[in-house]
C-alpha cells in the first residue's frame, strides 16, 4: 500500500534534464538539486513558455492574414493603435 515517488527520471523544470533530488524524506523528487529549479520558478519559466509561444503563433497569424491580403495595416507588437 506504500506508494513512493520515484527519484528516477529527470528534473521537470523545463529544459533541465538533471536526475531529480528527494528534497526531504517525504518529499516529492520532482526536481534536481539546483536550488533554482522548484515549483514556483518552474511555473513561472512554463508561464512565459506559453505566453512566447502563443507570441509566436500570433506573429505567424499575423504574417499569414498580411500575406493574403486581408491585413494591409496590422496593428504593432503591442497592440497600441494610434487614434488621429
Ligand atoms: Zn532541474
Same mark, same amino acid.
Given at each position: 500500500m506504500t506508494q513512493r515517488q520515484s527519484t528516477t527520471g529527470a528534473c521537470r523544470f523545463p529544459g533541465?534534464?538533471?536526475p531529480r533530488q *528527494? #528534497?526531504?524524506p517525504h518529499g516529492h523528487a520532482v526536481y534536481c538539486d539546483n536550488p /533554482?529549479?522548484?515549483k514556483d #520558478? /518552474?511555473?513561472r519559466a512554463r508561464y512565459r513558455a506559453a505566453v512566447a /509561444?502563443? #507570441?509566436q503563433e500570433l506573429q505567424r497569424l499575423r504574417e499569414l492574414l498580411r #500575406? !493574403?491580403?486581408l491585413v494591409t495595416d *496590422? /496593428?504593432?507588437a503591442n497592440g !497600441?493603435?494610434?487614434v488621429a
Amino acid at each position: 500500500m506504500t506508494q513512493r515517488q520515484s527519484t528516477t527520471g529527470a528534473c521537470r523544470f523545463p529544459g533541465c534534464d538533471q536526475p531529480r533530488q *528527494p #528534497t526531504s524524506p517525504h518529499g516529492h523528487a520532482v526536481y534536481c538539486d539546483n536550488p /533554482a529549479h522548484n515549483k514556483d #520558478t /518552474a511555473y513561472r519559466a512554463r508561464y512565459r513558455a506559453a505566453v512566447a /509561444a502563443q #507570441t509566436q503563433e500570433l506573429q505567424r497569424l499575423r504574417e499569414l492574414l498580411r #500575406t !493574403a491580403g486581408l491585413v494591409t495595416d *496590422p /496593428a504593432g507588437a503591442n497592440g !497600441a493603435e494610434q487614434v488621429a
